[in-house]
């Protein structure tokens, strides 16, 4: 049976619509319109400042919304909260105060436990302040309380008197001081305590500041001097840096290293950071003795690119010594080393030397000076003697010690020229003495020598230290320093003709006219370079070559057959120039130890460190005090040779020499001192190359001894080493058919084939 189609309206449908019925579709589908789209915007929708949403949509949000905390306004009223934070819609249409007392997502059990922990907190923060106050000064205590009664949170004050002292904790600067302990003895020996003008320096007295070891104490100068002594009242903020920091922590500051680009002069590094870094540390202690060129117009022409006083060869000479300088080059004492930069650089030196030698500049002369200091560290100053020899025989050349030449109103080539000049002088005359023969400059340059005391530093130019934590900068005082050691220079230069030219010799009469002209130097010096004012290396070696040459002009003169009616004068004048020097060298290691590089110590060292031998050795019987006080100054002069080793291959032969020379007794104290086991030691001292250097070890006081303390005898004697000598080897007590390079006042001459190397200029 079958019904007939139907319409919607129930009627019956025509046929030919009920046929069209199956294939017709359904009424469409249209979305909602009118309150379910503004209910579902209401829902999404924040409540705008200044406007409240429709009724109607907030009324169906609120419908389908379950509210877990109503707001404390609604909840006074009783009245249905809608919800909406930070303020319900109720609340922004009365314009009410809305607050909720739970945050949101959070139930009211945890809006409970997080009050009841606010409020223990505020209840210990309470009592901590409390305990605060009974153990703050009055003040301060005062100023809290003050704080409390205006109705301060107790956690805030809390907060703010902590904060307070941390702030206190960091404006104090960390502790940056530093002195180092005596490797022996911590005391200073009694003998050299009375009328000692270093123990009465600023650098010693900051050095007291410090505790001292409970095996002894350092003696405080007393009296009118030592409380006219700034920080003289153990006030350590009254020094400056340099007296209480050593002076390797300290970094040049010149605006034109930063610029400097080194590459453009070199092809063997690339790295301009790494080389000036190398420049870097040469300037700051070896070219305070060096000195063999003028730090500001080389500085500024290497940026500039002008060759007036800067060249390839130059740069990379002293780029070459700055590597045995440098502490991150773990390797820099072995020269020989093709794997070092040392090497590389020297190599590329001398390959530019052997193109420029002949060519008359000022940069030749210059470099022939680097050389000659580089060969005297690698313990090859035979080898070196011609570089030194080529650099005088230029400046003869170009008329360098001679005020012509060059336009006066070109005061920049006049001035490099006066400094190169001097700077040559000064050189010169100090291998002259170093090595006991006839200096070849017999009068100083004609140029003079300004007054930086009234003319300003400008002439010598000056070097900037930075000192850590330090917002000034701190000059070296560099411009004295170089004047004081020219003028210095011209004495030592006409002891050196008095004492070394042939058929001469030193007489009481001459000796007493030198110390006269030298104590007339030592009085006059600038304020910086006073006793009570040097703290620099360059400072201290100033006065130690001063001492050490008084001990060189006497020395020998006592121990002439003659008998003088002033030798007991004389004696007195060596004691104490001898207790003098001992003096410095414990302060140089007391401010500054001996790790840096510094190759002009060296020489002190082991002057010191071979009189205290001798003396130890003496057949005259010593006291207990005596002995004691020889031996802390042989242990420390030892241990400054053995720290030394690691830049310079000299320090390690002449460590090895003292070393061999020491008696089992001293030895055993040595290896406890510098805390390395036998082995270790003699490990590292192992020499492997060859010496080849005529430098006197000692204080000579009889020519003929002379042949006796030259380095390379010694070392054959207390080494044993295998001497290499032109290009076969001669061991120790065979001289073979090489013949005998022979002592000349003038040079070195080798007296089997005729040729000498030396001249006199």
């Given amino acids: 049976m ?7 309206n129930g009627l019956a449908m025509p046929e030919h619509d009920a046929a069209n019925l199956g294939k017709s579709s359904l009424r469409r589908l249209l979305p909602a319109r009118g309150p379910r789209r503004v209910q579902s915007l209401a829902q999404k929708s924040p409540v705008v400042s200044g406007g409240v949403a429709s009724a109607s949509a907030s009324a169906s949000a609120s419908e389908r919304q379950t509210i877990s905390e109503a707001c404390s306004a609604c909840r006074k009223h009783k009245t249905k ?54 153990n703050l000064p009055e003040q301060d205590a005062y100023e809290v309380l003050q704080r409390v009664r205006t109705g301060a949170d107790p956690g805030g004050i809390l907060q703010h008197v ?33 009328n000692n003008p270093y123990l009465k320096s600023i650098i010693y007295e900051a050095a007291s500041l410090y505790p001292t070891t409970q095996d002894g104490e350092y003696p405080r100068s007393s009296g009118s001097e030592s409380s006219s002594t700034p920080g003289a009242n153990n006030d350590s903020a009254n020094y400056q840096s340099m007296y209480l920091k050593p002076f390797h ?18 092809t063997v590094c690339s790295d301009d950071a790494l080389m000036r870094d190398l420049l870097k540390v040469f300037f700051l202690c070896e070219y305070h003795y060096t000195a063999a060129f003028h730090k500001d117009y080389f500085l500024e022409d290497l940026v500039a690119r002008r060759r007036d006083f800067c060249s ?33 650089f020297m190599a590329e030196a001398k390959r530019i030397w052997e193109l420029e030698h002949s060519s008359p500049q000022i940069t030749t002369i210059q470099a022939g000076i680097i050389f000659n200091v580089i060969y005297n560290l690698c313990g090859l100053d035979e080898v070196g003697q011609p570089y030194r020899l080529h650099a005088v025989a230029l400046a003869r050349r170009m008329r360098l010690f001679m005020r012509v030449g060059i336009a006066e109103a070109d005061s920049r080539l006049c001035s490099g020229k006066a400094f190169t000049a001097w700077a040559l002088y000064n050189w010169e005359t100090l291998n002259a003495f170093s090595f006991m023969l006839a200096p070849l400059f017999e009068e100083p340059p004609q140029w003079p020598l300004p007054d930086p005391s009234h003319s300003g530093p400008s002439w010598y130019g000056e070097i900037w230290l930075k000192y850590p934590l330090d917002s000034t900068l701190s000059p070296c005082s560099f411009a004295h320093v170089i004047r004081s050691r020219c003028r210095f220079r011209v004495i030592m230069n006409d002891f050196c003709k008095a004492a070394y030219s042939e058929r001469k010799e030193m007489s009481l009469e001459r000796a007493d006219q030198l110390h006269a002209r030298l104590r ?36 020998p003169v006592l121990h002439q057959r003659q008998i003088h009616q002033n030798a007991p004068t004389a004696r007195q004048i060596i004691d104490d120039s001898l207790k003098y020097l001992q003096t410095l060298i414990r302060l140089y290691y007391l401010r500054h130890s001996f790790d840096a590089m ?31 006080a020889l031996r802390s100054i042989l242990i420390l002069a030892a241990k400054g040779l053995y720290a030394q080793r690691r830049n310079h291959y000299l320090a390690k032969v002449l460590f090895r020499v003292i070393k061999g020379r020491m008696r089992e007794s001293e030895l055993a104290l040595l290896k406890k ?32 001894n002379v042949d006796a303390h030259i380095l390379k005898n010694l070392v054959e004697n207390y080494v044993g080493l295998d001497i290499v000598g032109g290009e076969g080897v001669r061991r120790r007590g065979d001289m073979g058919t090489l013949g005998a390079l022979t002592r000349h006042p003038y040079g070195y001459t080798n007296y089997n084939n005729g040729t000498g190397t030396g001249m006199r200029m």
């Fill in 2 to 8: 079958s019904w007939p189609a139907t319409g919607n």
């Fill in 81 to 134: 909260c809608p919800g909406q934070r930070p303020s319900c819609s109720r609340c922004l249409r009365r314009k009410l105060q809305c607050h909720y007392t739970t945050n949101p997502g959070e139930t009211k059990t945890q809006a409970l436990r997080r009050n009841y922990l606010e409020l223990r907190n505020q209840g210990n923060a309470q009592l901590e302040l409390l305990e605060l106050m009974k």
């Fill in 162 to 194: 902590k904060a307070g002292g941390v702030l206190i904790q960091m404006a104090v600067r960390p502790e940056t001081r530093l002195r180092y302990e005596f490797p022996y003895r911590p005391e200073i020996p009694a003998a050299d305590i009375p």
């Fill in 249 to 266: 922590a300290a970094e040049i500051v010149d605006a034109r290293l930063e610029n400097a680009r080194c590459s453009l002069w070199t």
């Fill in 312 to 344: 390839p060869l130059l740069v990379n000479a002293v780029l070459a010594y700055a590597c045995a300088c440098y502490p991150a080059f773990p390797l820099r004492a072995e020269y020989w080393n093709p794997n070092t930069m040392l090497y590389r």
């Fill in 520 to 555: 007339h130097w030592y009085d006059t010096l600038p304020e910086p370079l006073q006793p009570k004012a040097i703290v620099l290396p360059g400072h201290l070696q100033l006065h130690m070559f001063y001492h050490l040459l008084i001990l060189i002009i006497y020395e």
């Fill in 598 to 628: 510094d190759l002009f110590i060296a020489t002190p060292l082991m002057l010191i460190a071979s009189e205290c031998v001798e003396r130890i050795q003496e057949s005259t019987p010593l006291t207990e005090l005596e002995l004691e």
């Fill in 673 to 704: 001192a510098v805390h390395v086991d036998d082995d270790e030691i003699d490990a590292e001292c192992d020499l492997v190359q060859a010496v080849r250097s005529h430098l006197p070890v000692t204080v000579t006081k009889k020519k003929e």
